[in-house]
């Protein structure tokens, strides 16, 4: 059932509506991402002092440029570290496209879903962002204690947050929130894994810029097939 899913979607990638999807997406995520440390290198410059006095040395003015310049290779190095969770969230914009694109080749025969409305899209997007974000973080504490063990680490609780997310917005187009939380809870084995698998996809450098709407793709058709199933 999982591998079908993840082969269906992932035979779809040449349809048009994916690629114009990746397009918006992958922009939006790189403006997202420069805009962030344009913020940061900012307000590092805006809370640190024009100059400073110190014992023996007298006044300094350079440390201020010293610092913003210094914050602008750690942007980049944080900037890859959140590439993943921003793509995500960004894509989460555009999901009900990814969605609607599978739904008219593999399932004609379903009347127009209920879209989820501009508002609360964006508000589940930025919240999956914090979310992803925040977990990750967290969980590099124990990337270091569990080293041997961090891709396992890595790929069961992105694979969790993944399926979560993803499987929980497609179904909420069709059997509204509270039905699909109800049915993410019933399959919630089945959805990690599945989240699992695009966790693994996840760990390859820039081809993970695909897996959100690779995911979104996957978890319509786990949805439909869980619901013929019913």
Request: charged share 10%.
């Amino acid at each position: 059932m999982i591998l079908q899913a993840v082969l269906r979607a992932t035979a779809q990638f040449l349809d048009p509506a994916f690629w114009g999807v990746a397009a918006k997406a992958i922009a939006l995520t790189i403006v997202t991402l420069i805009g962030l440390g344009a913020a940061v290198t900012w307000g590092i410059g805006w809370l640190l002092p024009d100059q400073i006095n110190l014992p023996w040395i007298g006044t300094v003015t350079w440390v201020e440029n010293a610092i913003s310049w210094a914050a602008v290779p750690l942007m980049v190095v944080l900037s890859v570290f959140l590439m993943v969770p921003v793509a995500s969230a960004v894509t989460g914009l555009f999901l009900e496209d990814v969605a609607d694109a599978v739904e008219a080749r593999h399932f004609p025969h379903l009347p127009p879903a209920t879209s989820l409305g501009i508002a609360q899209t964006i508000r589940d997007s930025l919240g999956f962002l914090a979310v992803m974000a925040g977990a990750n973080l967290l969980a590099l504490v124990l990337y270091l204690i569990f080293l041997p063990f961090a891709p396992l680490i890595f790929w069961g609780l992105n694979g969790f947050l993944l399926g979560r997310e993803y499987f929980q917005l497609v179904a909420a187009r069709r059997v509204g929130l509270r039905e699909a939380k109800q049915l993410r809870r019933k399959h919630a084995l089945r959805i990690w894994f599945a989240g699992g698998v695009m966790a693994v996809v996840l760990s390859i450098p820039m081809v993970n810029l695909l897996v959100p709407i690779l995911s979104a793709a996957t978890f319509t058709h786990l949805f439909h097939t869980l619901q013929s199933r019913a």
